[in-house]
């Protein structure tokens, strides 16, 4: 008998970057299949090849046997795949009830929405999900798991026969995970096929029938649940040959330079504790969503404390925003390059002045051009900026060079506490090398580094500690002499 | 044309975002000197002096307004209350005369009064995080609104001569007011692409999270721009009252609308972080010799209105186009 979906042979590729090769998956009418493998596996690429987000370079989908070549979400949809992202697609102000029908409201005369029918029809989808509330309830006035069993609910409405969850239960509690976990069983009764994707394994052992490992966008492995074990599992998801690209760390360590007590910010994180001394690089490792960005951005200013201290050297820090943090000797390196890194229409000169304007003009009030071209050039040759001009538009630069253009500005304020967010994301091998060089070297000058990465290759090449975030704490601090990517994963995955 | 201009910016910039902002620049030129050719070959009486200043002396209001518009739209923001504020200040200015005030007094009461008006949405914005549109369009009802509650919907006048040479008097050949107006221009000019304080307006409009992670201070930078913006709407509403020598409550309706439109025309953009002064100056004449030319022409004054409207939307129109070509 032909699978409900399948997947064969499927290949996908972004300028510079080889984002799945023949990936091949399978799924039978009422099995969960869960989709395991680290941040960059390619797991979204190939949902959203599934969901008609992009088609697939090469390869083959075929709903119960018949080819299917999706060109829209549209598409998708109409073949009754429904994939339910991490971020929520309903509308908050408007009700359940309308929510579910979003699109495909019963309509009467002149366009009327038949409400009574609505409301009926809601009410039935809704019992079907397991949820109690009212359908004319605002969308807005429910829990992030009661949404998502509205776009479960939703997802019937259109007669899912593939229903796709990606990450659900990363911003669940423990109650609202069981609530969707036993929606999802019912579903599986009733012979809907359901792809779960999960960074937590135990909820994969827990609800899966069978688990399909992604690495590097290949699949490495597909197995019943019950002949993976947890290690195994692990293994399969990291296991990669180790590049020589970290350079020898000679660094010594001096002085506590920063100390967090007790930090915390809102919903995010909570009693995260550590120092970082002079001369070392301190890996913050976690999953997606583990709030390593937020405790950065926390220290930095850039998000409000509402627990703990910092303590820059031996003083307690007052940083209220990221220009008090700069004044207290920190630098911040932002994950999202060209949302909060660059200045995208500014020159090179013109960002890389940003944060020193006051020291490159008279008086601190009128712009010195010639001492911002001087130090636009100084950044351009100690970094190794390869762009044409300082006066090239930082937007036509690559992705290496940009980011070197923000580590540059970085360091122009003279900095000895180092806040790195994913420093090395998206840019070419050569460009990390004289990354990793640089955090070195910054480390032998006797910086103070913290480093975010979700390349756990790269955390055990370049780090001397590693701290693991999970669900917002401190899950473990990790030595030197005891890494390994499997302690790693483990503490990011299992606590 | 453009492979001449583009292959030499690096010559040129003194600021910190500059680089090709001469194109941009030469742009506006030729179209100020075809509108000009235009008007001067098919209408006699265009290129007298006479008419000539006239059009200066009209563009000033238009002029000091739109310097204040374009530091708050190079932030990414909008103002849309200048036009009320020029009369509710200029009825107020009005009144403080009327009341014996000295005039250098009553014109620091028009001015300050603009400023207290920027400083009200500069408020909203940073503190209260309030859209800048919506904020300023409720300052817009409720400036107009005071002008006629203080004036009980009066026009008020006879200024003393020392206040209505302000916006109506002569300086040589000159008119004091538009002398004002380039004055205004020159210094802002140099405030926006000379200075640090230029320098974050730029910042944080080309990429407000970008600059505030780099330490510009961001809200203390929009708080300025929108206190400039009604400090000068201020400066307008007592050139504007003296040039009339009077003070009417509803003076100055739609006049953001030109100011606007001025700093589009000038190659700013709506999206921040682009846009100077000289390019506004000429958005400026722009409108001036447009609206001139409507008149010279004998064109119905209800035409006018709709092809001012055209213009600002081909402005904006261009603006979104190079928008979507920047991000493709």
Not at chain 1, 245 to 261: I, M, T
Not at chain 2, 214 to 238: D, F
Request: glycine content about 12%.
């Amino acid at each position: 008998m032909a699978h409900l979906l399948e997947m064969q042979g499927i290949s996908k590729g972004f300028p510079g970057v080889k984002a799945l090769s023949d990936v091949s998956i399978s799924l039978d009418k009422g099995e969960v299949l869960g989709i395991v493998g680290e941040n960059g596996a390619g797991k979204s690429t190939l949902m959203k090849i599934l969901a008609g987000v992009f088609p697939a370079d090469s390869g083959v989908l075929r709903m119960a046997g018949e080819t299917f070549a999706p060109h829209s979400p549209r598409d998708s949809l109409d073949a009754g795949i429904i994939v339910i992202h991490q971020e929520l697609s309903l509308v908050p102000d408007r009700s359940v009830a309308e929510n579910i029908y979003l699109g495909n409201l019963p309509r009467g005369a002149f366009g009327r929405v038949r409400r009574a029918e609505l409301n009926r029809d809601a009410k039935k989808l809704l019992a079907q999900v397991g949820l109690t509330v009212p359908p004319q309830r605002r969308v807005r006035d429910l829990g992030i798991a009661q949404q998502q069993l509205v776009e479960i609910a939703r997802a019937l409405s259109r007669e899912a026969r593939v229903i796709v969850l990606d990450e659900p239960t990363a911003t669940l509690t423990t109650t609202e995970q069981r609530i969707l976990f036993a929606t999802m069983r019912t579903l599986r009764a009733s012979g809907v096929g359901i792809v779960f994707i999960s960074h937590h394994l135990e909820e994969v052992f827990e609800i899966c029938d069978r688990v399909t490992v992604l690495r590097d966008g290949t699949v490495v492995e597909t197995r019943p649940v019950g002949d993976w074990t947890e290690d195994g599992l692990i293994q399969a998801m990291v296991n990669r040959p180790i590049e020589a690209l970290f350079p020898e760390r000679h660094a010594a360590l001096g002085d506590v330079l920063l100390e967090v007590e007790g930090l915390g910010s809102g919903d995010s994180f909570e009693d995260v504790s550590f120092s970082v001394r002079a001369g070392e690089v301190v890996g913050l490792g976690g999953l997606m969503g583990a709030g390593r960005t937020e405790v950065l951005k926390t220290i930095y200013g850039a998000l409000s404390r509402s627990a703990g201290r910092v303590r820059i050297g031996s003083t307690d820090a007052r940083i209220h925003n990221p220009r008090d943090a700069i004044r207290a000797g920190l630098a911040f390196v932002p994950e999202d390059r060209k949302g909060e890194g660059l200045i995208l229409p500014f020159p090179v000169r013109g960002n890389v002045a940003l944060s020193t304007l006051g020291r490159l003009s008279w008086f601190g009030s009128i712009l010195a051009p010639r001492r911002i071209d001087r130090l636009a050039q100084q950044t351009v040759g100690e970094l190794r900026i390869r762009t044409p001009s300082i006066r090239q538009r930082v937007q036509s630069l690559s992705g290496g060079n940009q980011q070197k253009v923000v580590l540059g500005r970085a360091l122009t304020t003279k900095p000895r506490i180092f806040l790195l967010d994913e420093p090395t994301r998206g840019i070419d091998v050569g460009a990390k090398v004289e990354v990793y060089r640089l955090i070195n070297q910054l480390a032998e000058q006797g910086g103070a580094i913290l480093v975010v990465s979700s390349d756990m290759i790269e955390l055990l090449g370049i780090c001397d500690r590693i701290l693991v975030m999970r669900g917002g704490r401190l899950a473990g601090a990790v030595p030197r002499r005891e890494f390994s990517q499997e302690r790693i994963m483990q503490l990011a995955a299992l606590g | 044309m453009s492979s001449a201009q583009t292959s030499t910016p690096q010559r040129r910039g003194f600021g910190i975002a500059s680089i090709t902002r001469a194109v941009n620049e030469l742009t506006i030129i030729v179209g100020f000197v075809l509108i000009s050719l235009y008007l001067g070959i098919t209408t006699p009486a265009f290129l007298t002096s006479a008419n000539l200043l006239s059009i200066l002396l009209a563009s000033s209001l238009i002029g000091i307004v739109a310097v204040g518009e374009t530091f708050v739209i190079v932030t990414g923001g909008i103002d849309l209350s200048v036009g009320s504020v020029v009369a509710f200040t200029g009825v107020m200015a009005g009144l403080a005369l009327n009341a014996h005030m000295p005039v250098p007094l009553a014109v620091i009461v028009g001015i300050g009064i603009g400023a207290l008006s920027g400083g009200f949405i500069a408020f909203a914005v940073t503190f209260l995080n309030m859209s800048p549109f919506i904020v300023s369009l409720a300052v817009l009802a409720m400036a107009r609104g005071l002008a006629f509650i203080v004036t009980n919907g009066n026009t008020i006048f006879s200024f003393p001569d020392a206040f209505d040479n302000i916006g109506g008097g002569n300086l040589g050949p000159f008119p004091v007011a538009a002398l004002i107006t380039l004055l205004v221009f020159l210094v802002a000019g140099l405030v926006l692409s000379r200075t640090v304080f230029g320098a974050e307006v730029y910042a944080v409009g080309g990429n407000r999270d970008a600059a505030r992670l780099a330490g510009i201070p961001v809200n203390r930078t929009l708080a300025i721009v929108y206190v400039i913006s009604g400090a000068l709407a201020g400066l307008g509403g007592v050139v504007l009252a003296g040039r009339l020598d009077s003070a009417q409550p509803i003076a100055a309706v739609g006049l953001e609308l030109n100011a606007i439109a001025a700093v589009v025309i000038g190659g700013a953009s709506l999206f921040g972080g682009k846009g100077s002064m000289l390019g506004t100056l000429l958005g400026v004449l722009i409108i001036g010799l447009i609206n001139n030319g409507l008149t010279l022409k004998n064109v119905q004054p209800f035409w006018v209105q709709f092809i001012q409207g055209a213009v600002i939307f081909g402005a904006v129109l261009i603006d979104s186009l190079n928008q979507k070509r920047r991000k493709s």
